[in-house]
């Protein structure tokens, strides 16, 4: 059996910088994607046009058959001038992050209000919102891993009702909340859904670092509820793996001053990997939906504008066979999601 899928596009990657690029990249179209949505949050985080487009430039250099959608980190520098001018420029969207609550986002911001200027101006551009769903932990008020998506649905409400025109993505959604809150909202509000979420639970990762990622899996209640809305087929619910890679000894040491780092690298896998779980609770037949078309969709991104890449990738069944463990060029390794445990899937290649 093999399924045919018109050019997957994933709207949410950690692409990196420096040396490890040069691993990270070509995984892109190694896990089945020739279109990507870049995250912003690099030492130091893109927070101009220019930054954004000498990124993508040194992107490209790597493998220019990939088309990298461009972000800035939503911060105090970006003001409505910037993003008229990063709109001219052919950057898509701009990216929240709450402060300290994930990888590289201790420059996130705290109060939404102070950047509803900036909001007005990328509604009035077309640029995209996303949104990291999480607030803050705070023990004095009870806000922890497991409830900050939960807690940040407030804010989520209170921007669409005041910017209504402006595309919003809620980003790895992780709770039925969540999920209900999305299908509340008008149909400027999409969501994105990541891969492993749809495997795992809170049990999975509670003493097992590799399984670590922010925001945590939750419980059993909440993974039917994303396996449901995929299985609905929703249109406004798509695939945003963030895939989100960090060196071995980071993701398997912590210390008693250190934590292990938060996120799981699925790149040079996803497609397979999605398929292969989906067909596991029954909705491959949603697969094109939910990696291709309700995100372009969203996005604005038809098959037709596609620049570079492949038109169309091919996935086939096999038997179940291992995921690598380990992913090398020169001195810089990563470890992969799923590695050692085995897939049905894979990319037929062009002949």
């Known amino acids: 059996m093999s399924i045919t899928i018109p050019a997957p596009a994933d709207f949410h990657v950690h692409l990196r910088q420096g040396d490890i690029s040069e691993l990270i990249v070509p995984h892109v179209r190694k896990g089945g994607f020739d279109l990507v949505y870049v995250m912003p949050n690099l030492k130091p985080p893109i927070t101009s046009t220019e930054q954004a487009l000498q990124y ?7 493998d ?8 800035l980190y939503l911060s105090p520098e970006i003001t409505p001038e910037e993003i008229r001018k990063a709109s001219a420029a052919g950057i898509v969207g701009v990216k929240s992050y709450p402060r300290g609550v994930t990888t590289n986002s201790d420059g996130g911001i705290e109060s939404y209000e102070t950047y509803y200027p900036v909001f007005a101006a990328m509604e009035e551009v077309g640029m995209v ?27 989520l409400f209170k921007i669409h ?5 402006l595309r919003i993505v809620l980003e790895h959604a992780t709770t039925r ?3 209900e809150a999305v299908k509340k909202c008008g149909p400027t509000v999409g ?5 492993h979420h749809l495997a795992l639970i809170v049990d999975d990762w509670a003493g097992q670092s590799w399984n670590f990622c922010k925001p945590v899996a939750k419980y059993p209640d909440d993974r039917q509820a994303l396996q449901d809305v995929i299985k609905e087929g929703h249109p406004r619910f798509f695939l945003g793996s963030d895939s989100a890679p960090h060196p071995p000894e980071a993701k398997s040491t912590s210390t008693p001053t250190h934590a ?3 996120g799981v690298y699925t790149s040079p896998i996803l497609l397979p990997f999605v398929a292969h779980l989906l067909e596991s609770f029954d909705a491959l037949n949603k697969l094109e939906g939910f990696v291709s078309t309700n995100g372009r969709s969203f996005y604005q991104r038809p098959y037709s504008s596609q620049k570079v890449g492949r038109d169309f990738v091919t996935i086939k069944k096999i038997a179940p066979r291992k995921v690598d463990e380990l992913y090398t060029l020169g001195e810089q390794k990563l470890v992969p999601f799923w590695a050692g445990k085995e897939v049905s899937w894979e990319i037929e290649e062009s002949a």
């Open 64 to 71: 220019s058959n990939v088309e990298y959608l461009m972000t």
């Open 56 to 62: 993508k430039a040194e992107l490209e250099k790597i």
């Open 161 to 165: 009702q005041a910017f209504p025109r």
């Open 129 to 155: 919102l996303n949104l990291h769903g999480e607030v803050p932990s705070d023990p004095s008020s009870n806000i922890h891993v497991l409830n900050a998506e939960v807690q940040f649905i407030p804010h």
């Open 260 to 262: 292990c780092a938060a």
């Open 191 to 195: 969501c994105t859904i990541t891969a």
């Open 177 to 179: 909340a969540a999920v």
